[in-house]
Nanobody
């Protein structure tokens, strides 16, 4: 069993920044692909950013240029730095750990609210 503990969400004004963190409970983190997803009310969960075990990243178009995903394998932690936040970024943000063909886990989610 892998536990993913997210933190860093909150309320911020448009144009502000937040940094989300997700700590994994096991050292398999080093071998896993990590992602941040979000789900707004009434909408499907969508990928925000992803980083694979080699450090390669990809982003949703809505996140490009504003968000940065990174990982610290020594701390079993993945981060999402979010800048220039917009009201449409308001959602519950979920951390995902994917070890292809083996396991896939989700965090409990952290609320991000951006006021206009």
């Amino acid at each position: 069993q892998v536990q993913l503990v997210e933190s860093g969400g909150g309320l911020v004004q448009a144009g502000g920044s937040l940094r989300l963190s997700c700590a994994a409970s096991r050292i398999i983190f080093n071998f896993a692909n990590m992602g941040w997803y979000r789900q707004a009310p009434g909408k499907q969960r969508e990928l925000v950013a992803r980083i694979d075990r080699s450090g390669s990243t990809n982003y949703a178009d809505s996140a490009k240029g504003r968000f940065t995903i990174s990982r610290d394998n020594a701390k079993n932690t993945v981060y999402l730095q979010m800048n220039s936040l917009k009201p449409e970024d308001t959602a519950v943000y979920y951390c995902n750990l994917d070890l292809p063909g083996t396991m896939n886990y989700w965090g409990q989610g952290t609320q991000v609210t951006v006021s206009s």
